[in-house]
Nanobody, 121 residues
Framework: QVQLVESGGGLVQAGGSLRLSCAASGRTFSSYTMGWFRQAPGKEREFVAAIGKSGLSTYYADSVKGRFTISRDNAKNTVYLQMNSLKPEDTAVYYC??????????????WGQGTQVTVSS
């Protein structure tokens, strides 16, 4: 099992930037593909970005491509989501997640508690 804790959420105006962090417990962090998801009130959870086990491969939802960057530091057991050019529609609770499969695998096994991101207009 892996424990995930997100941080870095907050309030930001449209066009601004925010960096989310996800700290993972355990000594097998490099064995996991990591992802970020988000969920706005009244809407389904949606995929945002994923990063492969080595950190060399990434995949993004079309809605955030070119604006968000996912990265990881396996020595620190941490994955990041750098969010630039934020829009009000990015407002949501952002969740960190993990699984042992390949980058494009859809099912995630472990989830954090989430961190709120609010983008004002």
């Amino acid at each position: 099992q892996v424990q995930l804790v997100e941080s870095g959420g907050g309030l930001v105006q449209a066009g601004g930037s925010l960096r989310l962090s996800c700290a993972a417990s355990g000594r097998t962090f490099s064995s996991y593909t990591m992802g970020w998801f988000r969920q706005a009130p009244g809407k389904e959870r949606e995929f945002v970005a994923a990063i492969g086990k080595s950190g060399l491969s990434t995949y993004y939802a079309d809605s955030v491509k070119g604006r968000f960057t996912i990265s990881r530091d396996n020595a620190k057991n941490t994955v990041y989501l750098q969010m630039n050019s934020l829009k009000p529609e990015d407002t949501a609770v952002y969740y960190c997640a993990a699984h042992n499969g390949p980058l494009r695998h859809k099912e995630y096994d472990y989830w954090g508690q989430g961190t709120q991101v609010t983008v004002s207009s």
